[in-house]
């Protein structure tokens, strides 16, 4: 096995723009699946609608496009009917915390085993760059031009509410580390959420003053800072892991 087994390389080259960073959050997980030997036929991939939510068009097994911010209950449903797939969510910030944030409430609060990865560019991509959940306060978006009034959703704080949980934070810029994240998110049995710190130059970048998805990445290095072993909860400009496998909802 190797990543390019994942792909559905007769739809390349993929809609992204240039210096988009799905393509390699998507390869990042495709990697890690050829490293854990999980075959194509035993994985499901389900996304929302967005950008991020292409990627299930692209992934070489079997996969859903679902509704907006409807991935997490239809990824539930195939988990529910056959326990013995592995299930992963691939989606955006927009589609997981803001319209479907409820689904992310629940299905972590019911402790569901699922892998949810979040491409967390901060912003609603896909139709044109409208302020997010997710959005840093103070940032100008096309529906915010003079800077968001609003911190954006503690993600890592409704994760963590939940008496047993897995949060990951990586970035697209710490690729070895996003694949070792992605490895033990989906090695977890229940609800794993990797947060994952992607960028979005077209259609929010450029807005803020950045001339390629290249220079947003080397933001992304200067931003955070891996804390391998956190005491705690991870500070807002951490990447890592937090989890606890104590008993969960249904114990
Ligand atoms: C019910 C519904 N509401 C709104 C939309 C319009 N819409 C399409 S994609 C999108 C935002 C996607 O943002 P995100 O999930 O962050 O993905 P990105 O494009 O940033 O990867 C919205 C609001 C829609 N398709 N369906
Ligand atoms: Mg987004």
Redesign the pocket.
Known sequence: MTYKDYIKWERMPATWCPGCS?GTIFKSLAMTLAKMDRRPEEVVLVS??????RTAGYFAGDSVHT???RAIPVAEGIKRANPALTVIVF??????V??GGNHFLHASRRDIDLTVVC?N?G?????GG?M?P?TPRGEKTLTSPGGTAFLPLNIQAVATANPRHFYGRCSTYQVNHLQKVFKEAVSWPGFAFVDVMGF?IENFGRRLGFKSGYEMLFKLKADYKMNPNPAGLLAANELGVVKHDGPGSQA
């Open positions: 799905i929302g609608i967005g950008c991020s939510g509704t907006h911010g989606s955006g910030d927009g589609d997981l803001g319209i491409v560019n912003i609603y991509g896909m139709t409208q997010a997710t979005c």
